[in-house]
């Protein structure tokens, strides 16, 4: 794997010396190149150590370059380094730096804008929510850091010179490069940082390294971003200015869309097959890397009944997935039988038995491992699904529900506020709650990593085989196999009821180009971006 | 008066102590805090961020160095939500937008609430007066979260005359929309009170007086019947008032205005403790203060009030 990676690291940084907007020959672009985007909710922060939401980390891609790029499949592309090494013992990444990569201000960006960056995400000074990210990340003494016992500048990174940067681990970690495309490990200008303090991702204070510089901001209003002529591959890009438009509502973000103030918006749910067939070319799915579960609590606080795994097995089987996602959600979602996303790179679902069965098989077979766990109509299960406030989540609920009505099980339903159920989830405090996962990076681990014994693991399911398993892959050179394993295992154990992968449904402008609608990760970089003349 | 006045901030800065120490309890009590998220945050990253936002303190220890930099320091904390602001600078981003579209809402709201529900009492049992109570009834029966999307869906994408949100400080397009939507109901709630005042202060001794005396009607009403006949709508107006230029919330999500009725919502939602309680001082204040304008209001209006 890693092998793998760095001849893909080295072949491109050959093969693509500037991966900015790639327009094939003959295309003919419109005069006019801006993009205006929609944004659900305010932009919380635009530093890279405080930002924690996905259309955050939308705007600082644009704003700032990490060490590598996604390209429109989600492989890992060459950014402010250009290749690296890796040491025999898988503990020592080397990279080079790319000499010509500058500020918005003009500073050169070295080596010590990452050592600073990232030191500074994992000081306890800096309080960032994503310094856990630094810890996934392996990196020498990171935990160590952020519980306050070792100093920031004892984090295993060190700028050997101003275009090397040396990453010590402090075990092999195969997904190490998939991180950093991630926004917490963006550099950040340390001159900057200290001059201005919090004030510095204003507009017109902040000094970034990306495609694009800040030009204006008005919390919950709107956000734009203007070409950033310093970046050192400006003249490859071709988008000059794009605004992100905060529409609080998604209903009102399509009208929007429809009156020609926005170039890309989110169906609401229910509505993409009417609008593909009255727009065809731009109404569009594409798979996200988030997945959706009812998760069983088998922990103490949990109720026996779950505790088997044949009710857990029947209540999974009984789930009828595809009437949730023809029927329901009609977005270009796809029926789950795995809990890591079926569109993640390299990754290979088992075969499952229950997958290739018609529903009223799966039924049948449902109402036969309950009953053989003794209940059945003279000893109803009754349960209660907890979900957070939300139309689409109720929907599903009430479906559920209805699903294993049909197994004799009487299910109450519980909507609470989203903080009161994360904090039952968090302390064991229901019975079947509604829950999704999105992968932090390109890669099965990120899902596979929630069910460990010490994964964040809601419903306290364990398996030592499991645990084992994922502590190998850590190491592995090939991880395909213990993945597979690993989701074998969740299958036969059913510590939750896996319901759909996620997908996007969008609403994009035809003549908008350059996103990257095969990344399941769903991250687009503007520089990468143009529109066609029509 | 003046007595009267100071008497009433003697009582308003209790009030507005005692609201901050039952909201600061309450909402500490509510399950979950600012940095409960779906992937529970490492213990140790957890303890870094309570430590720098002083929530590893026990309730009390907080709630007095938040009420202490409140009332020395004019320092409501930083965000949790925006960790780049304090509460402050989120007021300051958000107050003033609330404060122009609400200010302009209230004067529309008055002015045509109280014309419309003048008229419907002079011309009583009339077509107008039916008029006025149909469109009163049918604009108070319509909710804002109906008729915002209505607005947009037609001033935007059929008409393409106005802009479907957001906010401008140099182009008034943009507070067309949210005055309309915030101003409906007020304005049908004023009607109805000022036409079933008006008709009540029409039938009384004073004017069938005036009228004896011969004035011509306009004088009659304007003089002597609208003074009156306004009391009733000054009390519902102080509230109004407050509640209008406090923000909604279904404003500034359909018009994505980034008004405070919004922030004040996600806040309490996300358990963001220093916004929400920034506004809810800001909006306490605001209310104990107009409760005292109106007041004033009333005795000016009315020689029979004495303070």
């Known amino acids: 794997m890693t092998k793998f990676l760095i001849t893909t690291a080295l072949a491109l940084s050959f093969a693509l010396p500037a991966v900015a907007a790639s327009v094939p020959e003959g295309t003919k672009l419109a005069d006019k190149q801006e993009y205006n985007f929609w944004l659900l909710d305010a932009i919380k922060s635009t530093d890279p150590a405080k930002n924690t939401d996905v ?95 070792k100093k920031p500048e004892e984090l295993g990174v060190k700028a050997l010179d101003d275009h090397t940067l040396e990453v ?55 956000i734009t971003l203007e070409k950033n002529d310093n970046y050192w591959d400006a003249a490859n890009t071709i988008i000059t200015k794009a605004k992100g438009i905060t529409v609080n509502d998604i209903n009102i973000g399509l009208t929007r869309y429809q009156s020609g103030e926005l170039d890309r918006v989110d169906i609401p749910a229910g509505q993409y097959p009417r609008l593909k067939e009255s727009n065809p070319e731009e109404a569009i799915t594409t798979p996200l890397a988030c997945s959706y579960a009812y998760i069983f609590n088998v922990s103490d606080k949990g109720p026996e009944a779950l505790k088997d795994v044949r009710v857990r097995k029947a209540l999974s089987l009984a789930v009828n997935r595809d009437v949730i996602v023809d029927k329901v959600l009609q977005g270009g979602q796809k029926p789950a039988w795995t809990w890591t996303h079926w569109a993640i790179e390299g990754f290979e679902a088992p075969e499952n038995a229950d997958e290739a069965k018609t529903q009223e098989q799966r039924l049948e077979e449902a109402k036969a491992l309950l009953a053989e766990a003794g209940y059945g109509p003279d000893n109803p299960l009754n349960l209660t699904i907890q979900y957070n406030t939300s139309e689409d989540h109720k929907k599903l609920a009430v479906a559920v529900q209805q699903f294993w009505k049909q197994l ?56 030592a085989e499991y645990d084992k398993l994922m502590a190998d892959a850590k190491t592995a050179e090939d991880t395909k196999p213990i993945y597979k394993r690993a989701e074998e295992i969740l299958a036969a154990e059913a510590p939750a009821a896996f319901v759909y992968h996620y997908a996007n449904a969008d609403m994009i402008r035809k003549d908008v180009k350059g996103l990257p609608l095969d990344n399941v990760m769903n991250d687009w970089y503007l520089k990468d971006m143009y529109r066609v003349a029509e | 008066m003046f007595g009267f006045i100071l008497r009433r901030f003697a009582v308003a800065i209790p009030t507005l102590l005692l609201l901050i120490v039952a909201s600061f309890l309450l909402m500490h009590m509510a399950p979950g805090g600012p940095f409960t998220q779906e992937r529970a945050l490492p213990p140790q990253v957890l303890a870094n961020i309570n430590a720098k936002y002083g929530l590893d303190q026990p309730v009390l220890v907080q709630l007095w160095n938040y009420l202490s930099g409140v009332v020395f320091r004019f320092d409501f904390g930083p965000s949790f939500e925006y960790p780049d602001r304090t509460v402050n600078q989120v007021i300051a981003a958000g107050f003033p937008v609330t404060l122009t579209y609400g200010m302009i809402s209230f004067v529309v709201a008055v002015l045509v609430g109280c014309a419309l529900g003048t008229a419907a009492a002079i011309r009583h049992n009339t077509w107008l007066d039916y008029l006025a109570v149909g469109i009163s009834i049918g604009a108070q029966v319509l909710p804002n979260f109906v008729m915002a999307p209505i607005l947009v869906l037609v001033f935007t994408l059929i008409l ?71 009391l009733p709508v000054i009390s519902y107006l102080g509230p109004a008032f407050v509640s209008m230029i406090t923000g909604s919330v279904v ?43 109106v007041d004033i209001l009333y005795a000016w209006i009315d020689p029979k009030i004495r303070y």
């Open chain 1, 408 to 463: 004799g099980v009487n299910v109450t339903l519980n909507n609470v506020e989203w903080k009161v159920h994360t904090d039952r989830l968090q302390n064991q405090d229901f019975e079947v709650a509604r829950y999704a996962w999105c992968g932090d990076f390109n890669e099965a681990s990120t899902f596979l990593d929630w069910f460990r014994t010490d994964g964040y693991n809601s419903g306290k399911w364990s398996n």
């Open chain 2, 251 to 293: 404003i500034d999500m359909y018009f994505s205005t980034g008004g405070i009725g919004k922030a004040f919502v996600d806040s309490a939602l996300n358990r963001d403790y220093a916004v929400m309680m920034g506004v809810t001082i800001l909006i306490g204040a605001l209310t104990i203060l107009f409760s005292l304008v």
């Open chain 1, 168 to 222: 010590k681990l402090s075990t092999p970690t195969p997904y190490l490069i998939k991180t950093l495309a991630h926004a917490s490990t963006f550099p950040v200008n340390q001159k900057v940082v200290e001059a201005e303090g919090d004030a510095w991702t204003q507009p017109g204070k902040l000094v970034g390294n990306g495609a694009y510089v800040l030009t204006g901001h008005n919390l919950g209003v709107d």
């Open chain 2, 160 to 230: 393409g005359w106005l802009p479907g949100g957001g906010w401008s400080w140099s182009d008034p397009a943009f507070w067309i929309m949210p005055v309309i939507a915030l101003s409906t109901s007020y304005m049908a709630s004023i009607a109805r009170i000022t036409r079933a005042s008006m008709l009540e202060v029409l039938s009384s001794n004073h004017i069938r007086t005036a009228r004896a005396k011969g004035l011509p009607e306009s004088k009659v009403i304007l003089r002597h019947a609208l003074k009156p006949a306004l």
């Open chain 1, 55 to 149: 259309e955050g980390s939308d705007i600082l891609r644009q704003l700032f370059e990490g060490l590598y790029n996604e390209d429109d499949k989600g492989a890992m592309v060459p950014g402010v380094a250009t290749d690296y090494t890796l040491s025999d013992d898988k503990l020592t990444y080397t990279f080079k730096l790319r000499p010509e990569a500058k500020w918005s201000n003009g500073d050169p960006v070295t080596a010590n804008d990452f050592v600073y960056a990232w030191r500074r995400v994992a000081d306890p000074a800096t309080a960032s929510e994503y310094a856990w990210f630094i810890e996934l990340m392996n990196i020498e003494n990171a935990t160590a850091v952020v519980k306050g016992e």
